[in-house]
Nanobody, 120 residues
């Protein structure tokens, strides 16, 4: 019962910036965490960054110092500010929310992905 709407992907030159956003809506008891994953062709999907409702964050080593994840709990929205982008950041980026349903069961929902392409 949770839907995710992603936006902000696109084409950018190396060294540039993009800001992704993901808004969750629907019926749920509470959100535990939200995060971003990415998958390049021929590669496994990997965690980029996530953040708990309490504000604790985790980042992949490859993006530390360049990406910043933040959230607005009141809006059930998570953001990913991506700076100093590199061609190897090119991937489909997926938003994920971990939440408790109305019957207090843990669940995950995924967005449909947004393409980020970084040109050399």
């Amino acid at each position: 019962q949770v839907q995710l709407v992603e936006s902000g992907g696109g084409l950018v030159q190396a060294g540039g910036s993009l800001r992704l956003s993901c808004a969750a809506s629907g019926r749920f008891f509470s959100i535990r965490s939200m995060g971003w994953y990415r998958q390049a062709p021929g590669s496994q999907r990997e965690l980029v960054a996530d953040i708990t409702s309490g504000g604790n964050t985790n980042y992949a080593d490859s993006v530390k110092g360049r990406f910043t994840i933040s959230r607005d709990n009141a809006k059930n929205t998570v953001y990913l500010q991506m700076n100093s982008l590199k061609p190897e950041d090119t991937a489909v980026y997926y938003c994920k929310v971990s939440y408790y349903s109305r019957d207090i069961r843990p669940n995950d929902s995924w967005g449909q992905g947004t393409q980020v392409t970084v040109a050399s």
